[in-house]
């Protein structure tokens, strides 16, 4: 077989570079210097040198690579425990942020609570105040409903009555019910006002609850307790417009203007009821009579 001297020595000097570090004692010298067969290396061994140098490369670099990725992963592992500390954090400055709208909630309340007192205490005041004006102020009307009355010699009980007729008038007319306003005309009628409060139905009269009916409601809440009072009587089917007509007749043409309200001693226990109701309720003292004069 025909052997060229230069590719040996290439190849026996490649095989001694690659099997050295598993061959220490190996001699490339004297591998060189023999010529027999058997000390060439053959092709399979070169290849069997070079394939166990790429798995030591292999290997070398799966190492670096294990490294590599255990630092990456306690890299990592720092990076959570510094997100978990962080989101601690936040937790805290929000349990901190919610104990201080706690308090100050608490606060306000605590601030809104007095200062409601105090307006309640100063809305007190003030109604306790004007209830005194009020009761002044009707005092003062009495008097003067009083006066006008004992001017032109009507402070008697047909005088308190119509009085007191002419207020229920006005309250009909101008008061906030227009189904109440449409029953009576602007021109005040005793005998009609006293028509129409006597005839009103239980839906209407249930109106007059408001305090704008204060003197329909009086005059007719007068009449049924003086019905109350005097039964049985006499006499069947007491009426306001009766009793007005029974007043025109005993009190006509005798004026009077005494310190009392003159109430003659001829008017029935009914009639005589509901007179000297309207008289309390005016704030004036009632003075009997014993004749229509």
Same mark, same amino acid.
């Given at each position: 077989?025909?052997?060229?001297?230069?590719?040996?020595?290439?190849?026996?000097?490649?095989?001694?570079?690659?099997?050295?570090?598993?061959?220490?004692?190996?001699?490339?010298?004297?591998?060189?210097?023999?010529?027999?067969?058997?000390?060439?290396?053959?092709?399979?061994?070169?290849?069997?040198?070079?394939?166990?140098?790429?798995?030591?490369?292999? !290997? /070398?670099?799966?190492? $670096?690579?294990?490294?590599?990725?255990? =630092?990456? &992963? #306690? *890299? @990592? +592992?720092?990076?959570? %425990?510094?997100?978990?500390?962080?989101?601690?954090?936040?937790?805290?400055?929000?349990?901190?942020?919610?104990?201080?709208?706690?308090?100050?909630?608490?606060?306000?309340?605590?601030?809104? !609570? /007095?200062?409601?007192? $105090?307006?309640?205490?100063?809305?007190? =005041?003030? &109604? #306790? *105040? @004007? +209830?005194?004006?009020? %009761?002044?102020?009707?005092?003062?009307?009495?008097?003067?409903?009083?006066?006008?009355?004992?001017?032109?010699?009507?402070?008697?009980?047909?005088?308190?009555?119509?009085?007191?007729?002419?207020? /229920?008038?006005?309250?009909?007319?101008?008061?906030?019910?227009?189904?109440?306003?449409?029953?009576?005309?602007?021109?005040?009628?005793?005998?009609?006002?006293?028509?129409?409060?006597?005839?009103?139905?239980?839906?209407?009269?249930?109106?007059?609850?408001?305090?704008?009916?204060?003197?329909?409601?009086?005059?007719?809440?007068?009449?049924?307790?003086?019905?109350?009072?005097?039964?049985?009587?006499?006499?069947?089917?007491?009426?306001?417009?009766?009793?007005?007509?029974?007043?025109?007749?005993?009190?006509?043409?005798?004026?009077?203007?005494?310190?009392?309200?003159?109430?003659?001693?001829?008017?029935?226990?009914?009639?005589?009821?509901?007179?000297?109701?309207?008289?309390?309720?005016?704030?004036?003292?009632?003075?009997?009579?014993?004749?229509?004069?």
């Amino acid at each position: 077989m025909f052997r060229d001297p230069q590719i040996m020595l290439a190849g026996r000097s490649l095989f001694g570079r690659c099997c050295r570090p598993l061959h220490k004692s190996f001699d490339v010298s004297r591998s060189a210097a023999r010529t027999s067969t058997s000390s060439v290396p053959t092709f399979d061994q070169i290849c069997e040198c070079q394939d166990e140098q790429r798995l030591r490369n292999l !290997a /070398a670099r799966a190492v $670096e690579a294990a490294h590599k990725l255990e =630092a990456a &992963l #306690r *890299e @990592k +592992e720092k990076e959570l %425990a510094f997100k978990d500390d962080l989101i601690a954090a936040k937790h805290d400055l929000i349990a901190a942020k919610e104990e201080v709208i706690a308090a100050t909630l608490r606060e306000k309340e605590y601030v809104v !609570a /007095a200062i409601l007192r $105090e307006k309640k205490n100063v809305v007190a =005041a003030v &109604l #306790r *105040e @004007k +209830e005194g004006v009020v %009761a002044e102020m009707k005092i003062r009307e009495q008097m003067q409903d009083a006066a006008t009355l004992q001017e032109n010699g009507l402070f008697t009980a047909r005088g308190v009555f119509e009085w007191a007729t002419r207020r /229920a008038h006005w309250q009909l007319y101008r008061g906030p019910q227009k189904e109440l306003k449409s029953q009576v005309s602007k021109q005040f009628n005793a005998t009609h006002t006293l028509m129409v409060l006597e005839g009103l139905d239980e839906h209407k009269r249930k109106l007059l609850d408001s305090p704008s009916y204060s003197w329909c409601k009086m005059l007719l809440d007068s009449k049924d307790g003086c019905e109350a009072e005097n039964r049985p009587g006499p006499t069947a089917g007491y009426s306001l417009m009766n009793l007005y007509g029974t007043l025109s007749h005993e009190m006509h043409g005798h004026p009077w203007s005494g310190a009392s309200v003159a109430v003659s001693s001829t008017l029935s226990a009914y009639e005589r009821c509901v007179i000297l109701k309207l008289i309390h309720e005016a704030g004036w003292s009632a003075n009997i009579q014993e004749s229509s004069s």
